[in-house]
Each structure stands twice: as C-alpha cells, then as structure tokens.
Nanobody, 121 residues
C-alpha cells in the first residue's frame, strides 16, 4: 500500500513563508511526476505546482514567483516552498504522485490526506 504523508501546514500571517513536505512510502517500484494541489472552501481543487520525473516544473499563474517546488527522488519526497503568502493562498494543500508499484502494473495516481494552510492577520 502506498502512502503520501504531508507536513508543514499551519497558520501564518500575510507575507510570511511556509514549507510543505510530502513523502511517499510503500512498495514502490518508481515514482514519476509529483505535485501539489490546493482546495479552498467552495472551490474546486486546483494545481499549484508540479515536478516531472525529468525535473521540469510547472506553476499556476497565481503562485509564479512566490512558490518553488523541488524534490528528492531518493527520498521520494516533494517540497513546496511558499513565500509572500497571501490570504487567497489559504486552502487545504494536497500532494499528488504518479507511482508505479511494479513493472506488471500501470502507473497510478495517489493523493495525500491534505494539510491546512491558513493565511490570516
């Protein structure tokens, strides 16, 4: 069984920073793309940033220049460094990973349980 465990959420004031972490564990043959999504109350889940197996990054326009995604493939971990946080960044942040459990299976998308980020003065 695969688990994605997120950490690093919390309450910050506008302009402050947070770093989220997500570690994949389980009987994993290979991890492909990993990324972060967020969902605010009453809104759909949206992409924040993702990181391909080859190291390419992709960001939502709303976070470009403020957020940075990085990963440690050996640790099967992805990070999201969030700076200059705004109240509109407040949401539950979810980690997503495309994982292959074995060569006889297909790549499957897994999600973390979510971590709350609150930005308020």
């Amino acid at each position: 069984q695969v688990q994605l465990v997120e950490s690093g959420g919390g309450l910050v004031q506008p302009g402050e920073s947070l770093r989220l972490s997500c570690a994949a564990s389980g009987s994993i043959f290979k991890t492909y793309a990993m990324g972060w999504y967020r969902q605010a109350p009453g809104k759909q889940r949206e992409l924040v940033a993702d990181l391909t197996e080859g190291g390419r990054t992709n960001y939502a326009d709303a976070v470009k220049g403020r957020f940075g995604i990085s990963g440690d493939r050996a640790k099967r971990t992805v990070y999201l460094q969030m700076s200059s946080l705004k109240p509109e960044d407040a949401a539950v942040y979810y980690c997503r990973a495309d994982i292959l459990l074995s060569t006889s299976m297909s790549i499957t998308t897994y999600w973390g349980q979510g971590t709350q980020v609150t930005v308020s003065s």
